[in-house]
């Protein structure tokens, strides 16, 4: 059983930057796809960004391109999140997948806890 655990969130201003972080229990991170969803309060949890195992590959929802950034070192999958606006609100999950990197949820095997990005106006 793999557990990831994220990191990083919390209150920003609208403008404002993040950096989340995607741990894993083991060292999958290193061979595994591991993406990045987000779910605000009603709605259903949607993607962000992906990332190959080699980091060579990227998936971006179009809602962030050109803002969210998703980079991987040995241990950790980092999500860099710039000009955040009130919209990007939600609670952030990573997950782990052997597949190549998408935004389709049925992709992904294990899932975080996930970690509050509030973005005020």
């Known amino acids: 059983q793999v557990q990831l655990v994220e990191s990083g969130g919390g209150l920003v201003q609208a403008g404002g930057s993040l950096r989340l972080s995607c741990v894993a229990s083991?060292?999958?991170?290193?061979?595994?796809?591991v993406g990045w969803f987000r779910q605000a309060p009603g709605k259903e949890r949607g993607s962000v960004a992906a990332?190959?195992?080699?980091?060579?590959s990227t998936y971006y929802a179009d809602s962030v391109k050109g803002r969210f950034t998703i980079s991987r070192d040995a241990s950790t999958v980092y999500l860099q999140m710039n000009s955040l606006k009130p919209e990007d609100t939600a609670v952030y999950y990573c997950?782990?997948?052997?597949?190549?990197?998408?935004?389709?949820?049925?992709?992904?095997?294990?899932w975080g806890q996930g970690t509050q990005v509030t973005v005020s106006s």
């Open positions: 997950a782990a997948g052997l597949r190549g990197p998408s935004g389709r949820y049925n992709d992904y095997d294990y």
């Open positions: 083991e060292r999958t991170t290193g061979t595994w796809t």
């Open positions: 990332i190959s195992w080699g980091g060579l």
